[in-house]
T-cell receptor, first 116, second 116 residues
Framework: DAGITQSPRHKVTETGTPVTLRCHQTENHRYMYWYRQDPGHGLRLIHYSYGVKDTDKGEVSDGYSVSRSKTEDFLLTLESATSSQTSVYFC???????????????FGPGTRLTVT | AQKITQTQPGMFVQEKEAVTLDCTYDTSDQSYGLFWYKQPSSGEMIFLIYQGSYDEQNATEGRYSLNFQKARKSANLVISASQLGDSAMYFCAMREGRYTGNQFYFGTGTSLTVIP
């Protein structure tokens, strides 16, 4: 199993409060991703990183920011949480430098966030 | 336009029978990758199978095979000899670009129920 952990695994917070989710990997993979999963929408990309301090937006980035100061950690921040950000958040990693193979993404266990 | 379309929200299959889960994709890239992931009720995302756009043969992994029809832009997942443990959500995904494409696009998923 790929070494990916997410913390916290569950969080309940109030509207307007800041929230930070952490993704930690032990694989030294360059690419890291944050997705949200909602019923009827599948997984949608929020932000991704292709190296330390190198990040880019995905299709649903409004209201979210990210930071990557170390290879192993990718943080997702909701500056002021809203009820529409209630979701399950998945982190994923990928190694584009691997020789051959499919270069699939490996996913963390997910964080269930509820904004009340 | 949707990059990945899964038109079957729910499917039922008898145990030991084969089932096909549909996936169509939309890209103008010549080089891309197609993936299937399984998400059981426990929530983790499990990589199942990969097909590269230049691969001439359909991918197979044990009981999973990917029916790749490039001209029709379809990448259907075939599960042979269904088992009760196959009951899960299944997501089709695409990465544009051969190895260095950054973004993955996911479909909305198909819920498969295997009936004893």
């Amino acid at each position: 199993d790929a070494g990916i952990t997410q913390s916290p695994r569950h969080k309940v917070t109030e509207t307007g409060t800041p929230v930070t989710l952490r993704c930690h990997q032990t694989e030294n993979h360059r690419y890291m991703y944050w997705y949200r999963q909602d019923p009827g929408h599948g997984l949608r990309l929020i932000h991704y990183s292709y190296g330390v301090k190198d990040t880019d937006k995905g299709e649903v980035s409004d209201g979210y920011s990210v930071s990557r100061s170390k290879t192993e950690d990718f943080l997702l921040t909701l500056e002021s949480a809203t009820s529409s950000q209630t979701s399950v958040y998945f982190c994923a990693i990928r190694n584009p430098e691997a020789i051959g193979g499919s270069h699939e993404q490996y996913f963390g266990p997910g964080t269930r966030l509820t904004v009340t | 336009a949707q990059k990945i379309t899964q038109t079957q929200p729910g499917m039922f299959v008898q145990e030991k029978e084969a089932v096909t889960l549909d996936c169509t994709y939309d890209t103008s890239d010549q080089s891309y990758g197609l993936f299937w992931y399984k998400q059981p009720s426990s929530g983790e995302m499990i990589f199942l199978i990969y097909q590269g756009s230049y691969d001439e043969q359909n991918a197979t992994e044990g009981r999973y095979s990917l029916n790749f029809q490039k001209a029709r832009k379809s990448a259907n997942l075939v599960i042979s000899a269904s088992q009760l443990g196959d009951s899960a959500m299944y997501f089709c995904a695409m990465r544009e670009g051969r190895y260095t494409g950054n973004q993955f696009y996911f479909g909305t998923g198909t819920s498969l129920t295997v009936i004893p």
